[in-house]
Structure formats: structure tokens, C-alpha cells
């Protein structure tokens, strides 16, 4: 049974309101703790707390004035607060309060996406436990190589986002961080341990050094992890469109009964979800690429990075929750047709083991070079005249004189090459 969980809001998280309550909450909390050591006044950090409000419409008329989103928020907030407001913002400069609040809002967004990443783990664990013993021909450059089990495909995906997991928790850790060291990263105005604390209550660590901003060599790496996450779900995605073809049809994404494939011909059954988890990933990569753009800034700071992230971070956290969401429930819902595997497995007569059948002829005393001529000769002959390949082996005297019908049999045994499939689970699997 694949445990449910409900999926929180992302969007609500990058939403004006939210910004502005995590930057408020970050002025909030820097006032009580300059307060408790006598910088502020008990009284105005209070009245922060209580009256400290703002209202989008009066911050936007503000800053079409002043061309300064930080000094509309105060100013906006100061309204609300009254006369203790010339304590707001006091020690700060802008990004002490954006950066933090930046934090803020990563550190939700991360929770979400490390609910959605377990959940699709969850789902590929199940999927594969289920078809662990399911064979499948696996395919190298597109071709029948040697079997395999649909369960192994499912098992890997699900390694790979274990792997994920592990990337996902350091970046996220990377980035909850704060900064309230100045305008150049000196602590002209607060100490550190001053940051150190307001950092503790907001739930983050202090960055160890910083500029005017959070170095974003971290913000690189939090949207390249989810570059990479959204990669795999690429790669599932691709499998699955791979496998819906109507010449293999091994496995097909769900489709509902009033659903319609396309508008001309009602036959198709499109991998539409499939699609847009590809279509949609590439955006992810994209949004990477931006990111490490803003690595590089002028001296301790300039601007250039600032644009960018109001776009690339709701868009790669955004994109990330639903990707994995949608991959979810792809893989949920996925069809799985064994008998049509088994088929596909079938219908080369037999070449997909002409490996095992060159390793027991050497092991029977054929050179490798002979047996491999001989067992090529007969594969292409099937592959070209669409013959048996098992039937043309059989009748070679060549081989009957070293492989008995018994041992030539054992040589065409699929048991055989999937004998270390649960091994293959319980060293990935362990003791889960």
C-alpha cells in the first residue's frame, strides 16, 4: 500500500503576501533581539510585533516613487507600526532582510519537495516489488540485448532517487542559511553574535562569511540539484514513452475512459503526461543554467542575480513539486502488460541469449574466437532471413558436439539469467 499524504500549497509560498510576511518576520525578529540587549527599545520591538503590518497597494504606490522595494516595505510597515517604527530595519541594510527572508521561503519550499521526492519513492519501491520477477527484454542503443525484469527498471529509478534524496538534503541544508552582517558582509552595525541568534529563531544558521549577500555558489547548487532531480524524472518519463510505442507496448501511462488521444484519430493513446514531464524538465536545466550565471557578482555585490531569482526559484521549486507530483502518479497508474513483454522477449527466436551460448561453448573447449564466429554467423542469419535462432543453433553439428540438448537448453534458460535478481533488490533494498 502506497502511504498518501497531502500535497502542501507551492505557489502560496512565492506569492507577494508571503514574501513580504518573511521579510517582515525578519525585521520582526532582529528588533526583540537587539531589544533584549538594550540597541532597541523594549516598547518598539513590541509595537513591531503587534502593529507590524503592510498593505501591497500602499507598497507599490511607494515604490513607484522611490524605485526601491526594501524601502517601500519599511516605509509601508512603519505606517502601521506608528512612532516606535524609527526602530524598524535599525543595523540592517537590504539584503540582511532579503536574503534571510529568502532563506525562509527555500526552507518551506524544501520541506514540500522532500515530502514529494519520498513519495515517489514510495511509489517506485511498491511498482518494482510488485514486477520484481516480471521478465522484460532490456534494450542497449534501442536493441534486444539480454533479459531483465521489469522490477530491476523500477528498482534503479527508485535507487537514483534515493541518490537524489541524499543531493536534495545537502542543498537544502546549504541554503538555510541567513545573513545580517551589513552592507559589505563587516558587521559595522550588529555583531555576529547578534546574526547567530536572530539566525536561531528564524530556525537557520548564519552564513560563516558573506558579502552584502548569501554567496550564490549555494543558490547554483540548490537549483542544479533540482536540474539533476527533474533529469531523472526525465529519464522515467522517456523509459515509459519508450515502452507505450505501439511496436513494443509493453507498458502504456494510464488513460482514462472518457479520455481522447487526439482530435483526427481516435485510435491513439498519446503518453501525454509522459511528454510533459519531459517537455517540462528541460525548463528545470534551463533555470540551472541562470543560476550559475549569478555566481559571479560585481566586488560584494551588485544587483544582476536579483531579477533572475524572482524568476528562477518559484519557477524551479514550482516546476519540481508538480514534476515529481505528476511522476507520481504516472508510475501509480502505470499499465504493465507481462504477456506482452514475454513477446517481445520471445520474438528474436532466441539471439537475445547468444551471449550465455558463446561463454558454455568456451567453457566446453571452443576457442572464443571460433565460438564467437559461429555464434554470430547463426545470429545474423536469423536476424536477416527471419529464422530461429534457437532452431538454426540446434542443428549445428559443430555445436551439438560440444553442448548436449540438456546443456543447450540450460544455455537458452531464462531462470538462469535472472538468478541474481533478488540479490540485486536485497543489496538495494537492505533491510528496509
Not at 527498471?153 to 541567513?178: C, H, I, P, S, T
Not at 541562470?290 to 521549486?317: C, Q, Y
Request: proline share 4%.
Amino acid at each position: 500500500m502506497i502511504p498518501r499524504y497531502t500535497r502542501a500549497p507551492m505557489g502560496a509560498i512565492w506569492s507577494e503576501e508571503s514574501k513580504f510576511r518573511a521579510w517582515l518576520e525578519v525585521e520582526t525578529v532582529t528588533s526583540e533581539v537587539l531589544a533584549e540587549d538594550g540597541l532597541v527599545p523594549a516598547e518598539a520591538a513590541r509595537a513591531i510585533r503587534e502593529r507590524g503590518g503592510f498593505d501591497l497597494e500602499r507598497m507599490k504606490a511607494i515604490e513607484a516613487e522611490v524605485r526601491h522595494d526594501v524601502i517601500a516595505f519599511t516605509t509601508a510597515v512603519a505606517e502601521k507600526v506608528g512612532p516606535e517604527a524609527r526602530w524598524l530595519h535599525y543595523g540592517l541594510t537590504s539584503n540582511d532582510v532579503v536574503d534571510t527572508a529568502q532563506a525562509l521561503q527555500i526552507k518551506a519550499a524544501s520541506a514540500i519537495l522532500r515530502m514529494d521526492i519520498l513519495h515517489l519513492m514510495d511509489v517506485l519501491k511498491t511498482r518494482a516489488l510488485e514486477s520484481q520477477h516480471t521478465p522484460t527484454v532490456g534494450r542497449t542503443h534501442g536493441m534486444h540485448a539480454e533479459p531483465t525484469t521489469f522490477g530491476l527498471k523500477l528498482l534503479n529509478w527508485y535507487a537514483e532517487m534515493r541518490r537524489n534524496l541524499e543531493r536534495f538534503d545537502l542543498a537544502a541544508e546549504q541554503m538555510r542559511v541567513g545573513k545580517l552582517s551589513g552592507a559589505v558582509g563587516t558587521f559595522g552595525h550588529l555583531s555576529p553574535e547578534h546574526e547567530a541568534r536572530i539566525c536561531a529563531r528564524l530556525g537557520l544558521e548564519p552564513a560563516p562569511i558573506a558579502t552584502q549577500v548569501i554567496q550564490r555558489d549555494r543558490h547554483a547548487f540548490y537549483v542544479g540539484t533540482l536540474a539533476v532531480v527533474t533529469a531523472t524524472l526525465d529519464k522515467i518519463a522517456t523509459e515509459v514513452r519508450h515502452l507505450q510505442r505501439t511496436e513494443v507496448r509493453e507498458a502504456e501511462e494510464y488513460f482514462s475512459p472518457k479520455q481522447k488521444g487526439s482530435s483526427a484519430m481516435p485510435h491513439k493513446r498519446n503518453p501525454i503526461t509522459a511528454e510533459q514531464i519531459s517537455g517540462l524538465a528541460r525548463v528545470v536545466r534551463a533555470d540551472s543554467q541562470a543560476a550559475l550565471e549569478n555566481v559571479a557578482l560585481w566586488h560584494e555585490r551588485d544587483i544582476s542575480h536579483s531579477s533572475v531569482e524572482r524568476v528562477i526559484l518559484p519557477d524551479s521549486t514550482i516546476l519540481a513539486d508538480y514534476l515529481l507530483a505528476k511522476t507520481a502518479d504516472l508510475i501509480e497508474k502505470l499499465v504493465v502488460y507481462p504477456s506482452r513483454m514475454k513477446k517481445n522477449l520471445d520474438s528474436t527466436g532466441g539471439l537475445i541469449f547468444s551471449g550465455q551460448l558463446l561463454l558454455d561453448l568456451a567453457e566446453a573447449g571452443m576457442s572464443r574466437e571460433d565460438a564467437y564466429r559461429l555464434v554470430q554467423q547463426h545470429a545474423m542469419n536469423a536476424w536477416q532471413n527471419d529464422l530461429v535462432f534457437r532452431e538454426l543453433v540446434a542443428a549445428d553439428p559443430e555445436i551439438s558436439a560440444r553442448l548436449s540438448p540438456e546443456k543447450l537448453a540450460r544455455t537458452f534458460d531464462l531462470d538462469r539469467q535472472l538468478a541474481n535478481v533478488d540479490a540485486i533488490f536485497a543489496r538495494v533494498l537492505g533491510s528496509e
